[in-house]
């Protein structure tokens, strides 16, 4: 690998510390590679570690972040395609159906996967492409001098570079470095709960994931081409579950809770509640709705992904919002003169688009916990809100899973520039 010089805030960067080795850190250090920048990933949790069980889908913006950069090859074969989101209320009755990507002109379209499926793909492709990963290493500290950061780990260790990236997640460390005022990640009323159940399968259409607003409880399913379901349930929890307490809830509480919940429902919840592999556990869900700083001003360190916003699950967008911004950082390092001035253009090209989808997250996510009366109101509005989305054949959701990046295009100079404000890339269809 040939490693070019670019002019720092004060000197030239050679090197890049990326804290963090889950959706955006590996793929910013694949990304830095391309414009000639060397990088090492810190990731606090051992290879193979997986406490994240849960399954996500990766939307067709996302996969485009990693094609631009030719990463997308890991995921052939990894996860099930979805090409539409259909609603139905707790008694069945159809509220409409989403295209999830259908005007992309590529083809390109969501996949379900498990979220350690995709962690996995990433490193082990940085890895194949040069990328030194370091697992066990937690970060704890960061100094900022003239000349570059010293990253500081718990086992005592220290690396040394020109700029620090902090991938670390929603509840980063480099964050508190670089806004120490920056608020703790916001409680979002649902709970989170799924998984795949090999064997089972059950009613739906290939590709179509199934949603159900139910009476109590949001209930989602999909049939994969295996003959098994992939499912997800979001329990409401008004307040924020006090530490210890999801992890308290054993298997069979987690079974006899969930068919509470979608009792009297119609649909298949019962015997995929039944028949998923356990023991069950669920998450609590958080989101960053803005983070004042996203970088240090010295042009030293910066924050990338779940970071710098943190988009509740509803959205669909986390992992993909990553991708980009591990994308289109290094398009700005690339062609900004300074870090300084590359940090500063990133955050322009990225702060409204990923706050918008933020807001978005946090509203469907509410949706989700509704009482009677909104609940009612809900279901009254959403066919109309999906008839309009399927009459313009998801001309409406292009902003979203339409972003596209060319690598090889230069960031807008204007940063204020209309491609900017849809977030670097551009819209397709
Ligand atoms: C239950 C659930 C369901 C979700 N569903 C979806 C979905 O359907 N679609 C979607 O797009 N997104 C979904 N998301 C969100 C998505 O997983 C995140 O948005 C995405 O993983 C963010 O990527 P990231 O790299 O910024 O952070 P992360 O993936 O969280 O990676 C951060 C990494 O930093 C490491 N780390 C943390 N602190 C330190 C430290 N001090 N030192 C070293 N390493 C550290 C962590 O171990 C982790 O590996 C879901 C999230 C959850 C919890």
Not at 108 to 130: F, I, Q
Not at 317 to 324: D, F, H, K
Not at 339 to 354: D, K, P, Q, V
Not at 388 to 396: I, M, P, T
Request: neutral net charge; proline residues 7%.
């Amino acid at each position: 690998m040939i490693f070019k010089l670019y002019l720092s805030a004060t000197g030239y960067i050679t090197k890049a510390l990326i804290i963090g080795g889950g959706v955006a850190g590996p793929t910013a250090a694949m990304a830095l590679a391309r414009v000639g920048i060397e990088s090492e990933v810190f990731e606090r949790d051992h290879q193979g570690a997986d406490q994240r069980g849960a399954w996500i889908s990766l939307q067709a913006n996302g996969i485009d972040a990693l094609r631009s950069i030719d990463a997308d090859g890991p995921l052939a074969g990894v996860g099930y395609p979805m090409d539409t989101i259909s609603f139905v209320n707790g008694k069945g009755r159809p509220l409409g159906r989403m295209p999830m990507a259908a005007r992309r002109p590529d083809g390109l379209t969501s996949l379900m996967m498990p979220r350690s499926a995709l962690y996995s793909a990433l490193a082990d492709e940085a890895r194949a492409r040069g990328v030194r990963v370091r697992n066990g290493a937690r970060f704890v500290d960061a100094t900022v001098d003239d000349d570059g950061v010293t990253a500081e780990f718990a086992d005592g260790t220290r690396a040394r570079g020109d700029i620090l990236i902090g991938a670390d997640g929603i509840h980063s460390t480099v964050r508190a470095l670089i806004d120490p005022g920056a608020r703790s990640p916001r409680y979002v009323p649902v709970l989170n709960i799924g998984g795949h159940v090999p064997g089972l399968a059950v009613e739906g259409e290939p590709r179509d994931f199934r949603m159900q607003f139910g009476t109590r409880c949001f209930f989602a399913w999909m049939p994969t081409p295996d003959g098994g379901t992939v499912w997800f349930a979001n329990p409401p929890s008004r307040t924020e579950p006090e530490r210890g307490v999801l992890s308290g809830i054993d298997d069979a509480q987690w079974r006899r809770r969930l068919h509470a919940l979608m009792d009297g429902d119609a649909g298949p919840s019962g015997a995929i509640i039944d028949a998923a592999p356990g023991p069950l556990f669920g998450w609590a869900t958080y989101d960053l709705p803005v983070v004042e700083h996203w970088h240090d001003g010295r042009g030293r360190m910066v924050l990338i992904g779940d970071a710098a916003h943190a988009t509740s699950p509803a959205a669909g967008q986390g992992a993909a919002m990553s991708l980009e911004d591990a994308v289109i950082l290094a398009q700005c390092l690339r062609d900004r003169p300074t870090t300084a001035e590359a940090f500063g253009t990133f955050e322009i090209l990225r702060r409204e688009r990923t706050e918008k989808i933020v807001a978005a997250g946090h509203r469907a996510s509410n949706s989700k916990a509704a009482g009677p009366v909104a609940r009612l109101f809900r279901d009254l509005m959403l066919p109309f809100v999906f008839r309009r989305a399927a009459k313009d054949g998801g001309r409406s959701m292009m902003w979203l899973q339409g972003h596209h990046i060319d690598f090889d295009e230069p960031v807008p100079s204007a940063p204020d520039s209309a491609p900017a404000r849809l977030g670097g890339g551009r819209q397709r269809g």
